[in-house]
């Protein structure tokens, strides 16, 4: 069973940096392209980022480029996002996902984590 | 960058009813266009793959159809599970964007 376990979420400052993980299970991790998608609270879904299953490719959202960085370790079977100089905008729940193969595209999210949530307030 | 215009926002429904939920485009593009359902404090499940393919274990009293800058997900015999939030997501061009999100809730 695919099992995606996000964590690192919590109380951040404005201008902070936080390190969100997703623990990945059940599927070989490395075959897969993953994303970050974030929810603000009562608000629609908002992608954030792209990496493919090797880690050669990524691909951000314009919100978040130049800020925020997403990477993997294949072989601790993990998915990161790197978020640097956040501001209120980025007050969501983030979910990680995954792709429908090696390669970004397609990009149909058949397997979604159940979301840690990420707070920006002084 | 494409936008996706989802609507209507919010629709009431009733059990048994035909619900029918539609994505425009802001430029045309390839049929790679998915549904989603989100139930409250839920992440979103994948529904409907490339403008028509039903994901397996999906009920086939969901569909979807549509091309170029038009596409729309019907419910037909609406079930008390249904009651969610519904978003179309473009894979045509980055960035990826989602719709508005139509929510659905009980007549």
């Known amino acids: 069973e695919v099992q995606l376990l996000e964590s690192g979420g919590g109380l951040v400052q404005p201008g902070g940096s936080l390190r969100l993980s997703c623990a990945a299970s059940?599927?070989?991790?490395?075959?897969?392209?993953m994303s970050w998608v974030r929810q603000a609270p009562g608000k629609g879904l908002e992608w954030v980022s792209a990496?493919?299953?090797?880690?050669?490719?990524?691909y951000y959202a314009d919100s978040v480029k130049g800020r925020f960085t997403i990477s993997r370790d294949n072989s601790k079977y993990t998915l990161y996002l790197q978020m640097n100089n956040v501001g209120a905008e980025d007050t969501a729940l983030y979910y990680c996902a995954t792709h429908a193969g090696i390669v970004v595209a397609p990009v149909i999210y058949g397997h979604w984590g159940q979301g840690t949530l990420v707070t920006v307030s002084s | 960058d494409i936008q996706m215009t989802q609507s209507p926002s919010s629709l009431s429904a009733s059990v048994g009813d035909r619900v029918t939920i539609t994505c425009q485009a802001s430029?045309?593009?390839?049929?790679?266009l998915n549904w989603y359902q989100q139930k409250p404090g839920k992440a979103p499940k994948l529904l409907i793959y490339?403008?028509?393919n039903l994901e397996k274990g999906v009920p086939p009293r969901f569909s979807g159809s549509g091309s170029g800058t038009d596409f729309t997900f019907t419910i037909s015999n609406l079930q008390p599970e249904d009651f969610a939030t519904y978003y179309c997501q473009q894979y045509d061009t980055f960035p990826l964007t989602f719709g508005g999100g139509t929510k659905v809730d009980i007549k």
């Open positions: 430029q045309a593009m390839s049929n790679y």
């Open positions: 990496l493919s299953g090797s880690g050669g490719r990524t």
């Open positions: 059940g599927f070989t991790f490395s075959s897969f392209a």
């Open positions: 490339d403008a028509s």
